[in-house]
């Protein structure tokens, strides 16, 4: 099984940016699929991207309306790494966020297609 380790998180005043990372390790990252959740205080895990394996035609992504053209979502098969860049961080961006694997090459926005989870990074923005 593979196993998560996010890492990047801090405190930033609104309008700037961060970049998360999770490391993959115990299983071919290159085959799987990523996503990023976040869990804000007293809310549901939410979906924010996601990132298919790579192909020949390239790899797939999704965002969240929320997150979309704020947000990047990258993948690194030779790091075995994924990554979040965010930018124009508002404090609703607040929450943990985590970094999910799933079995199989596709994509996906599904909290419940995920088989492996980090231990979560804290994202807190001010305003």
């Known amino acids: 099984q593979v196993q998560l380790v996010e890492s990047g998180g801090g405190l930033v005043q609104a309008g700037g940016s961060l970049r998360l990372s999770c490391a993959a390790s115990g299983q071919t990252f290159s085959s799987v699929a990523m996503g990023w959740f976040r869990q804000g205080l007293g809310k549901e895990r939410e979906f924010v991207a996601t990132?298919?394996?790579?192909?020949?035609?390239?790899?797939?992504?999704y965002y969240a309306d929320s997150v979309k053209g704020r947000f990047t979502i990258s993948r690194d098969n030779a790091k075995n790494t994924v990554y979040l860049e965010m930018n124009s961080l508002k404090p609703s961006d607040t929450a943990v966020y985590y970094c999910?694997?799933?079995?199989?090459?596709?994509?996906?926005?599904?909290?419940?297609?995920?088989?492996?989870w980090g231990q979560g990074t804290q994202v807190t923005v001010s305003s």
């Open positions: 990132i298919s394996s790579i192909s020949r035609r390239g790899s797939t992504t």
């Open positions: 999910g694997a799933r079995t199989g090459r596709t994509a996906s926005t599904f909290l419940t297609d995920y088989d492996a």
